[in-house]
């Protein structure tokens, strides 16, 4: 130990040294606007040595010629510019993560440190010949070592931690995975997925510095709280200036905070979206209706510019590429251009004088009504505002309802327009459309990418300069409107022309295998098709399930995550919406100190955290209230109740009044992204399969709707004759109309086959045209 010690004092004065020269560096340059470049880049290097109270190294390996290296976090030279403690990301390192009982490439010893600042507490010694020895106790890739075990049992504070020194083999090949393609990384709980993305930008930074530097790569996570959650790791790897933003961020300026029905949110996330906004948008683009001249007065004389040259300027621009702006622009520039050439072949040789830009003055009005001038926000509120546009941007993707459940009324003020998260990536679609986004990165990191729609995943593709991306989720955990069951889906919108590659980490260290084995009785129900991971870390106790009384749920959920934190651990209750409010309640009335995941805190001691809010996050303790009240909240709920119990890293407890892991019949239908139908005899046909005529349905529920004639206003009854005039024939149906009837009767045959067996179908409608005539009746 006392050797080490010295190594490591030697090895701080070294970098204490090279930290004090950076300083000086700026006293030799020739003028200030040089000292002020050397300042700015010693300052960069600087921090890339760590802070002065930092361990100068975490491990030490020694291969088998005795040689030893060691590692750290920043690379540390003598006075002679030889290598005193190598950089972790360097290929010369590799070895230390790679070893293994199996192929130990060379190395005897592998050598962890636990150290305070700079002082070493104490060290774990790995002797691979002893590893290869007694393999069926100690295989690496089956037993985790002890110093993983210690890392794992640290209590969490709120902010991930650095887990270099515990790279196993198979982590450390992912992160090694040359740049160039996606990379998708599939874990379950506690696997380390997101560790392994975020090393793997700090391995990128160091290994590809001819290509990469910190400003070109994008961190996108779920939420807030998740990007705050991460972004302390990879100033301690020594890479700052790295952008981590949550992918709510990527839209144009906007108010925040409005909200809406999943169905709506569901629909906007739809890919059809994209084609109804550059529809809308180049819908705006046209000639003032019924006009087949322009006038325009220039120097006092009227001067008639013919509509169908114009038009033809306007076709040559749109068809020009580019952004919207873009081709306005050029439509401005055109089109005087092209006036001034009329006029004179014309002869009307008195406007030569002004030349083009004379016209130009002239038609600015005329133009702005042409082809105006907008915003994203500002063309989307009056896209959302108007039925006549939605329905002409639809075409003939979107139904009559759809296009219903998309038109909301404007804010009376820009200002005051509230815009939901699903509004987010159409406004960057539109912003894209119009102005083009600025902004594109050499690498993008998609954390927990299961669940992002595809407008926000075509969102994220259009920041990748090349198509490069690091991938990872976990489809277990795939929840929301967008829950899907394989990788494919959202690789698929991301539309990169790389190579892809799935890999897959099979064993799970975080989570105790006591809690894991627990929460994964729900898979078979969650996620079928996913291979859950292998567990290899035992717990310090079982999960806890407290059944109590509806009224009794926030007072034991309190008490309990008390009791944790009254021993030091950072606690999560992990509460459903329908005890939200009760549950602060206790904690106020309690006076319990207490932080609210919602607002972007976390941190040691009790936590609020909603079950759409904990994914990714870890606690040394969870309470989970109400497992049927979470599983009720999504239609992948049992996914939803996995993600809340896997949370933790110790302790599991469960408050409930009813079934700690409800099952499909008692807490909602939730069977592989699909709704459980009714069960029906073995002898009647499925919905989808059925081969009754639904047309002729549709016929018979018309004929039982016109069995009786409903009343008219004035004489008792409606239709037939007023005294001996005929009533006026019904108003002639536009294209428009035609379009909502049929896509209406298109959304009934669809509630139809998704609801109701089909035997019932005609009895069904027979009610409805009966509910309908009472309604008639009662007008």
Not at 228 to 234: E, F, G
Not at 347 to 373: E, K
């Amino acid at each position: 130990m006392k050797n080490e010690q010295e190594y490591f004092d030697a090895a701080w004065e070294h970098r204490e040294r090279m930290r004090a020269n950076l300083d000086s560096a700026a006293n030799a340059a020739a003028n200030s606007g040089a000292a002020a470049r050397i300042r700015r880049d010693a300052k960069a290097r600087q921090e890339k040595l760590g802070k002065p109270d930092e361990a100068v190294a975490f491990a030490r390996m020694d291969d088998e010629s005795g040689e030893s290296l060691y590692l750290g976090y920043h690379a540390i030279f003598d006075d002679k510019s030889d290598i005193v403690v190598v950089n972790w990301q360097a290929p010369a390192a590799a070895r230390f993560h790679k070893a293994t009982h199996a192929d130990p490439c060379g190395l005897r010893l592998k050598r962890d440190f636990s150290c305070k600042s700079n002082m070493i507490q104490s060290f774990t010694d790995t002797i691979l010949a002893d590893l290869s020895a007694d393999i069926a106790e100690l295989e690496s890739w089956k037993q985790p070592s002890d110093t993983l075990l210690v890392e794992l049992d640290r209590n969490r504070t709120g902010s991930m931690q650095d887990i270099v020194r515990t790279i196993q083999a198979a982590q450390f090949d992912l992160i090694r995975t040359p740049l160039e393609g996606v990379m998708v990384v599939q874990g379950g709980p506690g696997t380390g997925k997101t560790a392994i993305a975020l090393h793997r930008v700090s391995w990128l930074l160091f290994n590809y510095r001819d290509q990469l530097t910190a400003e070109n790569i994008l961190i996108i996570g779920p939420n807030p709280t998740f990007t705050r959650y991460t972004r302390t790791v990879l100033p301690t790897l020594g890479d700052i200036s790295v952008e981590q933003l949550d992918v709510h961020q990527l839209h144009p300026p906007v108010r925040r905070g409005g909200t809406e029905p999943a169905e709506i949110a569901r629909l906007k996330g739809d890919p059809r979206m994209i084609r109804l906004v550059e529809r809308a948008l180049y819908a705006r683009v046209s000639l003032p209706d019924n006009e087949k001249h322009l006038r325009v007065v220039v120097d006092g004389h009227r001067i008639t510019l013919p509509a169908e040259a114009i038009a033809a300027t306007v076709a040559r621009c749109r068809d020009s590429g580019g952004t919207y702006s873009e081709r306005r622009q050029l439509f401005r520039q055109v089109l005087p251009e092209k006036m001034f050439d009329l006029l004179a072949r014309d002869g009307s040789n008195d406007f030569r004088r002004g030349g083009a830009s004379g016209i130009r003055q002239v038609l600015d009005p005329v133009m702005d009504r042409i082809w105006p001038s907008t915003t994203a926000a500002a063309f989307l509120r009056e896209l959302y505002g108007s039925r006549d546009r939605l329905i002409a941007a639809a075409g003939d993707e979107f139904t009559a309802r759809e296009v219903t459940l998309l038109h909301r009324r404007a804010a009376d003020k820009m200002s005051d327009e509230q815009w939901t998260n699903a509004d987010l990536a159409v406004l960057d679609e539109a912003e894209d459309l119009i102005n083009g986004v600025a902004g594109r990165y050499d690498h993008v990191v998609v954390d927990e990418a299961q669940d992002l729609s595809p407008m926000q995943l075509r969102s994220i593709a259009r920041r990748s300069a090349n198509g490069s991306f690091t991938v990872v989720g976990d489809i277990a955990q795939s929840t929301g409107q967008w829950a899907r069951d394989e990788w494919v889906d959202v690789v698929e919108h991301l539309a990169s022309d790389l190579p892809v590659n799935y890999e897959e980490l099979r064993y799970g260290y975080r989570v105790p295998r006591q809690v894991f084995e627990f929460a994964a009785q729900l898979l078979p129900i969650a996620a079928p098709l996913v291979r859950p991971p292998q567990v290899v870390r035992e717990g310090p106790a079982d999960p806890s399930i407290h059944k109590v009384d509806d009224d009794d749920r926030a007072n034991e959920a309190v008490r309990v995550a008390m009791g944790h934190a009254a021993h030091g651990r950072s606690v999560a209750i992990i509460c459903p919406d329908t005890c939200r409010e009760n549950l602060e309640l206790v904690l106020n009335a309690m006076d319990v100190a207490w932080r609210a995941a919602s607002e972007g805190e976390l941190g040691p001691g009790i936590n609020v955290v909603g079950p759409h809010e904990a994914k990714g996050l870890e606690f040394d303790a969870v309470v989970v209230i109400e497992p049927a009240d979470i599983v009720a909240d999504d239609v992948r709920g049992h996914r939803l109740l996995y993600v809340a119990m896997t949370r933790t890293t110790r302790y599991l407890d469960v408050v409930c009044s009813g079934n700690p892991l409800p099952t499909s019949t008692d807490a909602g239908p939730s069977l592989t992204g699909s709704i459980v139908e009714n069960p029906q005899d073995d002898d009647q046909p499925d919905p989808l399969d059925s081969d009754i005529d639904i047309n002729a349905l549709l016929e018979a529920f018309e004929a039982e709707l016109a069995k009786t004639e409903p009343e008219d206003q004035s004489h008792g009854k409606r239709g037939g004759k007023i005294g001996d005039v005929d009533p006026p024939p019904p108003a002639p149906r536009t294209k428009a109309s035609l379009r909502v009837v049929t896509a209406s009767a298109e959304d009934i045959v669809e509630l139809l086959r998704e609801s109701v067996a089909p035997n019932l179908w005609q009895e069904v409608l027979n009610k409805a045209a009966e509910i309908i005539r009472h309604s008639r009746d009662k007008e």
